[in-house]
């Protein structure tokens, strides 16, 4: 049976997963995973980095005796995903990112970084606040979003998945969007699919950002055939 890691974005947790999940388990041994300071998990004092995300997928299939994946990676995950393949060689297949955001300066981090003010949430989509409050512990969430705005600061002044690493990246990628993302642009997205040696480009219909708001039918298909 194929193995494949789903892996969640940032401020996001594997719990966000569960449909999709589901709908996979019946073909494929599925595997998901928090990044270390998500989904209820305790918050280090180093900062998040891709680096510290790289070192908690490979402990994760260290743990479970696991010595290749495929991995399909939302957003950050993808990201990661990526970043993970070129310093690990082996230990992971085929890579399917969607909603991963390659293009970051510091204009563009700025830009995210307002987006993680939870005061600002708290009063304009307090729905939203609640959820991560929920997903991520009470005590949790607010610097859960400090260390994310801190990362995506970092990679605003040096982006860690250059064209050129991107081009270094060997394994099969299938590079997906959605035609509705307001995070990520098409024109960041051709350019990494262009820039990768071994990738296929696919952009959804009807799809926004959000995980939630994907078509799970539609992206259980598409997994399935990326990853035979």
Known sequence: ???????????????QFGVLRELLSADIEVHTMNFTGHGGGE?????????????????????NNIDEINIFGYSMGGYAALYASLNNPGRIG?????????EWTPEIAAREVKMLDA????????????????????DNWVT???????????????NVLTTELLKQVTNKVLVGIGDSDKMVTLEETIAAYRALTNANLIVLPATPHPIEMADCTRLVAEIKRFFG
């Open 94 to 102: 085929k890579i399917f990112t969607l909603a991963t955001k390659f």
């Open 144 to 158: 859960l979003l400090k260390k994310t705005a801190e990362m995506m600061t970092g990679l605003g002044n040096k």
């Open 43 to 63: 918050i280090p004092d180093e900062p998040f980095t891709i680096d510290l995300f790289e070192r908690d997928i490979i402990r994760y299939l260290d743990a």
């Open 119 to 138: 005061e600002k949430m708290k009063v304009k989509v307090p729905k939203f606040a609640g959820e991560l409050a929920k997903r991520h512990g009470e």
């Open 1 to 15: 049976m194929k193995r494949i890691l789903l892996l969640h974005g940032a401020i996001g947790a594997k719990d």
